[in-house]
Protein backbone atom coordinates (compact mmCIF):
# COMPACT_ATOMS: atom_id res chain seq x y z
CA UNK A 1 0.00 0.00 0.00
CA UNK A 2 2.95 2.27 -0.66
CA UNK A 3 1.35 4.44 -3.38
CA UNK A 4 3.87 6.73 -3.98
CA UNK A 5 7.42 6.79 -2.69
CA UNK A 6 10.02 9.44 -3.27
CA UNK A 7 13.85 9.46 -2.57
CA UNK A 8 15.48 11.08 -0.60
CA UNK A 9 13.44 12.91 2.15
CA UNK A 10 16.03 15.76 2.80
CA UNK A 11 19.26 16.90 0.84
CA UNK A 12 21.46 19.52 1.32
CA UNK A 13 23.51 20.37 -2.00
CA UNK A 14 26.22 22.98 -2.38
CA UNK A 15 25.62 26.03 -5.56
CA UNK A 16 26.35 23.98 -8.85
CA UNK A 17 25.93 20.30 -7.39
CA UNK A 18 23.60 17.81 -9.19
CA UNK A 19 21.03 15.44 -8.06
CA UNK A 20 18.79 13.27 -9.01
CA UNK A 21 14.96 13.21 -7.23
CA UNK A 22 13.43 9.73 -7.67
CA UNK A 23 10.03 9.09 -7.88
CA UNK A 24 8.06 5.86 -7.85
CA UNK A 25 4.33 5.05 -8.05
CA UNK A 26 2.33 1.26 -7.72
CA UNK A 27 -1.02 2.37 -8.50
CA UNK A 28 -0.62 1.54 -12.55
CA UNK A 29 -1.28 5.35 -12.69
CA UNK A 30 -0.74 6.70 -16.63
CA UNK A 31 0.46 9.99 -15.34
CA UNK A 32 3.15 11.47 -13.06
CA UNK A 33 4.06 15.25 -12.25
CA UNK A 34 6.59 16.92 -10.20
CA UNK A 35 5.65 19.68 -8.17
CA UNK A 36 7.80 22.25 -6.27
CA UNK A 37 6.08 24.08 -2.89
CA UNK A 38 7.51 27.60 -1.87
CA UNK A 39 5.61 29.47 1.24
CA UNK A 40 3.36 31.54 0.05
CA UNK A 41 3.38 30.36 -3.66
CA UNK A 42 1.83 27.25 -2.87
CA UNK A 43 2.14 24.08 -5.59
CA UNK A 44 3.48 25.12 -9.20
CA UNK A 45 3.78 22.11 -11.93
CA UNK A 46 7.63 21.71 -12.95
CA UNK A 47 7.55 19.01 -15.84
CA UNK A 48 4.56 16.52 -16.11
CA UNK A 49 4.53 13.19 -17.99
CA UNK A 50 0.93 12.03 -19.40
CA UNK A 51 1.97 8.65 -19.98
CA UNK A 52 5.02 6.27 -20.68
CA UNK A 53 7.38 7.90 -22.89
CA UNK A 54 6.24 11.12 -23.17
CA UNK A 55 7.19 14.33 -20.82
CA UNK A 56 6.25 18.00 -21.03
CA UNK A 57 7.07 21.23 -19.67
CA UNK A 58 4.93 23.34 -16.52
CA UNK A 59 5.20 26.59 -15.44
CA UNK A 60 8.41 26.27 -13.66
CA UNK A 61 10.67 23.91 -15.94
CA UNK A 62 13.80 26.25 -16.60
CA UNK A 63 16.68 24.59 -14.07
CA UNK A 64 15.19 21.07 -14.45
CA UNK A 65 15.00 18.01 -16.62
CA UNK A 66 13.01 14.55 -16.24
CA UNK A 67 12.83 10.95 -16.92
CA UNK A 68 10.19 8.99 -16.92
CA UNK A 69 11.94 5.38 -17.36
CA UNK A 70 9.13 3.61 -17.24
CA UNK A 71 5.18 3.56 -16.48
CA UNK A 72 5.90 3.38 -12.62
CA UNK A 73 9.37 5.86 -12.42
CA UNK A 74 9.59 9.23 -12.96
CA UNK A 75 12.66 11.40 -11.86
CA UNK A 76 13.86 15.05 -11.48
CA UNK A 77 17.08 16.17 -12.27
CA UNK A 78 18.82 19.19 -10.75
CA UNK A 79 21.89 19.61 -13.58
CA UNK A 80 23.35 22.84 -11.24
CA UNK A 81 21.33 23.28 -8.11
CA UNK A 82 21.20 27.01 -7.46
CA UNK A 83 19.87 28.43 -3.92
CA UNK A 84 16.84 29.52 -5.79
CA UNK A 85 16.20 25.56 -6.05
CA UNK A 86 15.69 25.64 -2.50
CA UNK A 87 11.91 24.08 -1.56
CA UNK A 88 9.98 21.50 -1.03
CA UNK A 89 9.40 19.22 -3.99
CA UNK A 90 6.60 16.93 -4.28
CA UNK A 91 5.94 13.67 -6.82
CA UNK A 92 2.15 13.06 -7.90
CA UNK A 93 0.60 10.41 -9.83
CA UNK A 94 -2.99 10.10 -11.33
CA UNK A 95 -5.30 8.26 -13.63
CA UNK A 96 -8.14 10.21 -15.65
CA UNK A 97 -9.65 13.02 -13.06
CA UNK A 98 -10.04 10.68 -10.29
CA UNK A 99 -6.95 13.11 -8.05
CA UNK A 100 -3.64 13.52 -7.29
CA UNK A 101 -1.34 10.78 -5.39
CA UNK A 102 1.14 12.64 -3.84
CA UNK A 103 4.77 11.82 -2.21
CA UNK A 104 5.45 12.92 1.15
CA UNK A 105 7.92 15.06 -0.55
CA UNK A 106 11.70 15.87 -0.96
CA UNK A 107 13.07 18.87 1.33
CA UNK A 108 16.22 20.23 -0.80
CA UNK A 109 18.20 23.14 0.25
CA UNK A 110 20.65 24.69 -1.85
CA UNK A 111 23.47 25.98 -0.09
CA UNK B 1 -2.09 36.64 -16.12
CA UNK B 2 -3.51 33.41 -14.71
CA UNK B 3 -4.39 33.30 -11.21
CA UNK B 4 -5.99 31.09 -8.67
CA UNK B 5 -6.23 33.09 -5.35
CA UNK B 6 -7.46 31.37 -1.89
CA UNK B 7 -7.75 33.84 1.41
CA UNK B 8 -3.64 33.62 2.50
CA UNK B 9 -4.92 34.36 5.78
CA UNK B 10 -5.71 31.55 8.34
CA UNK B 11 -9.34 30.87 9.03
CA UNK B 12 -9.64 30.31 12.98
CA UNK B 13 -13.08 28.89 14.08
CA UNK B 14 -15.17 27.02 16.66
CA UNK B 15 -15.12 23.51 17.04
CA UNK B 16 -18.94 22.17 15.80
CA UNK B 17 -19.53 25.65 13.53
CA UNK B 18 -19.08 25.49 9.56
CA UNK B 19 -16.18 26.30 7.99
CA UNK B 20 -16.29 27.86 4.80
CA UNK B 21 -12.93 28.31 2.81
CA UNK B 22 -12.87 30.33 -0.72
CA UNK B 23 -11.13 29.95 -4.24
CA UNK B 24 -11.17 32.75 -6.66
CA UNK B 25 -9.82 32.30 -10.28
CA UNK B 26 -9.40 34.73 -13.31
CA UNK B 27 -8.77 34.14 -16.69
CA UNK B 28 -9.49 30.23 -16.66
CA UNK B 29 -12.03 28.61 -17.90
CA UNK B 30 -11.43 24.96 -16.31
CA UNK B 31 -13.83 22.08 -16.83
CA UNK B 32 -12.53 20.26 -13.42
CA UNK B 33 -11.74 22.08 -9.91
CA UNK B 34 -10.34 20.10 -7.19
CA UNK B 35 -9.85 20.08 -3.07
CA UNK B 36 -6.99 18.94 -0.99
CA UNK B 37 -6.02 18.63 2.37
CA UNK B 38 -2.41 19.31 3.28
CA UNK B 39 -1.24 18.65 6.91
CA UNK B 40 2.31 19.90 8.04
CA UNK B 41 5.29 18.24 6.54
CA UNK B 42 2.87 16.46 4.35
CA UNK B 43 1.56 15.69 1.02
CA UNK B 44 -1.55 17.12 -0.27
CA UNK B 45 -4.71 14.51 -0.04
CA UNK B 46 -7.53 14.62 -2.86
CA UNK B 47 -10.69 15.26 -0.78
CA UNK B 48 -13.62 15.86 -3.95
CA UNK B 49 -13.47 16.74 -7.41
CA UNK B 50 -16.37 19.10 -9.01
CA UNK B 51 -17.07 19.24 -12.60
CA UNK B 52 -18.39 22.63 -14.48
CA UNK B 53 -22.07 21.49 -14.93
CA UNK B 54 -21.85 19.86 -11.40
CA UNK B 55 -23.19 22.99 -9.01
CA UNK B 56 -22.32 21.28 -6.09
CA UNK B 57 -20.86 18.13 -4.71
CA UNK B 58 -20.84 16.42 -1.51
CA UNK B 59 -19.24 13.72 0.37
CA UNK B 60 -19.80 13.25 4.22
CA UNK B 61 -18.99 16.66 6.20
CA UNK B 62 -17.74 18.20 3.29
CA UNK B 63 -19.44 20.12 0.68
CA UNK B 64 -18.29 21.92 -2.55
CA UNK B 65 -19.94 24.53 -4.87
CA UNK B 66 -18.67 25.75 -8.15
CA UNK B 67 -19.67 29.39 -9.73
CA UNK B 68 -18.54 29.34 -13.29
CA UNK B 69 -20.09 32.60 -13.92
CA UNK B 70 -18.42 34.31 -10.71
CA UNK B 71 -15.35 32.41 -11.27
CA UNK B 72 -15.67 30.87 -7.32
CA UNK B 73 -15.40 27.63 -5.75
CA UNK B 74 -16.36 27.32 -2.18
CA UNK B 75 -15.71 24.72 0.10
CA UNK B 76 -17.23 24.33 3.38
CA UNK B 77 -16.88 22.20 6.15
CA UNK B 78 -19.75 21.35 8.37
CA UNK B 79 -19.39 20.38 12.29
CA UNK B 80 -15.91 21.26 11.95
CA UNK B 81 -13.54 19.17 14.45
CA UNK B 82 -10.16 20.46 15.65
CA UNK B 83 -9.02 17.05 13.15
CA UNK B 84 -9.86 18.96 10.52
CA UNK B 85 -7.54 21.39 11.17
CA UNK B 86 -4.87 21.80 8.17
CA UNK B 87 -4.32 23.80 5.19
CA UNK B 88 -6.78 23.30 2.15
CA UNK B 89 -5.57 23.50 -1.16
CA UNK B 90 -8.40 24.38 -4.29
CA UNK B 91 -6.62 23.54 -8.23
CA UNK B 92 -7.29 23.81 -10.95
CA UNK B 93 -7.38 22.09 -14.96
CA UNK B 94 -7.74 25.02 -17.29
CA UNK B 95 -7.09 23.01 -20.40
CA UNK B 96 -8.86 19.54 -19.39
CA UNK B 97 -5.42 17.82 -20.25
CA UNK B 98 -5.64 16.74 -16.50
CA UNK B 99 -2.74 18.64 -15.46
CA UNK B 100 -3.73 20.88 -12.41
CA UNK B 101 -2.55 24.29 -10.78
CA UNK B 102 -2.52 25.03 -7.40
CA UNK B 103 -4.12 28.17 -5.23
CA UNK B 104 -1.90 28.86 -2.58
CA UNK B 105 -3.89 27.44 0.33
CA UNK B 106 -6.09 28.60 3.56
CA UNK B 107 -5.04 27.24 6.50
CA UNK B 108 -7.78 26.02 8.73
CA UNK B 109 -7.54 26.23 12.66
CA UNK B 110 -10.91 24.56 14.58
CA UNK B 111 -10.20 25.70 18.33
CA UNK B 112 -11.83 23.19 20.98
Not at chain 2, 2 to 11: R, T
Request: proline share 4%; net charge positive; charged share 20%.
Amino acid sequence: NAGVTQTPKFQVLKTGQSMTLQCAQDMNHNSMYWYRQDPGMGLRLIYYSASEGTTDKGEVPNGYNVSRLNKREFSLRLESAAPSQTSVYFCASSEGKLGYTFGSGTRLTVV
Amino acid sequence: SQKIEQNSEALNIQEGKTATLTCNYTNYSPAYLQWYRQDPGRGPVFLLLIRENEKEKRKERLKVTFDTTLKQSLFHITASQPADSATYLCALDPDNFNKFYFGSGTKLNVKP
